[in-house]
């Protein structure tokens, strides 16, 4: 059994907790932040340690870490945590949820996160320190780079590019053979089918109020 450091202490960790507190593989022994926040701990039972005191507390021999920061700042504070952590020797742990069916044959990048019911086809490549949530799809032969968020029940097709940075939210799709820019934003049930820029938005219109009721809806339609 592995003894591991949650990197943040907030809701995302909180949500790894409940999967690793689950499996048998790890044992978490605690959380590490930017010392500023070590009291805004919200996981309940286990201590949040700031990392300026890490390596007098803990050996990097001794346990590795896994990444449960979320996607502030278009995930740069993940980014900067993944490199902090590793100048000071820690090994970043790839965490693959059991429930994740996994067939590409590439190594996956350090540090990744992969959840429950995601499915990672043949020939994908995975960049370091990306978060892979519950029911996503990578295609076969796309590649999604370093330090990305790719949300639930989004679909990235085959041989797509997804580059550095990027967020991608939930049920977004990204049509086959598709660049989506670094630094890009995609928002929730997008379908993007053009390249897209660096560090640009897309966002799906939002469903829009009927005019009549849901009473006579179910009624007359």
């Given amino acids: 059994m592995k003894k591991v450091l949650l990197a943040g202490n907030s809701i995302t960790a909180d949500i790894l907790y409940s999967y690793l507190k689950d499996d048998t593989r790890y044992e978490v022994i605690g959380t590490t932040v930017d010392d500023d926040y070590i009291n805004f701990n919200c996981i309940n039972g286990i201590n949040s340690f700031g990392i300026s005191q890490l390596t007098s507390l803990f050996s990097p021999n001794d346990l590795t870490i896994i990444m449960a920061m979320g996607y502030d700042n278009l995930n740069r504070e993940r980014e900067s945590m993944f490199f902090r952590l590793k100048e000071l020797g820690y090994t970043i742990e790839t965490y ?5 069916r996994i067939y ?3 190594q996956l990048g350090e540090g990744c ?3 429950s019911n995601t499915v990672i086809e043949p020939h994908v490549l995975l960049g370091e320190n990306s978060m892979i949530w519950c029911n996503v799809t990578l295609a076969h032969h796309c ?3 370093e330090h990305c968020w790719i949300a639930s029940g989004a679909v990235i097709s085959g041989q797509a590019n997804i580059l550095r940075n990027s967020f991608v939210g939930v049920n977004a799709t990204i049509v086959n053979k598709i660049t989506v820019g670094e630094l890009n934003i ?11 820029k660096p560090n ?4 799906s219109r939002s469903a829009e109020e009927f005019r009549y009721s849901s009473d006579n809806y179910v009624k007359f339609f």
């Fill in 96 to 100: 693959i949820h059991p429930d994740a």
């Fill in 104 to 106: 590409s044959k590439k």
């Fill in 113 to 115: 996160v992969i959840l």
């Fill in 143 to 145: 590649q999604v780079a």
């Fill in 186 to 196: 995609i928002g929730a049930a997008a379908m993007i089918s053009k390249d897209t």
């Fill in 200 to 203: 640009t938005v897309h966002l």
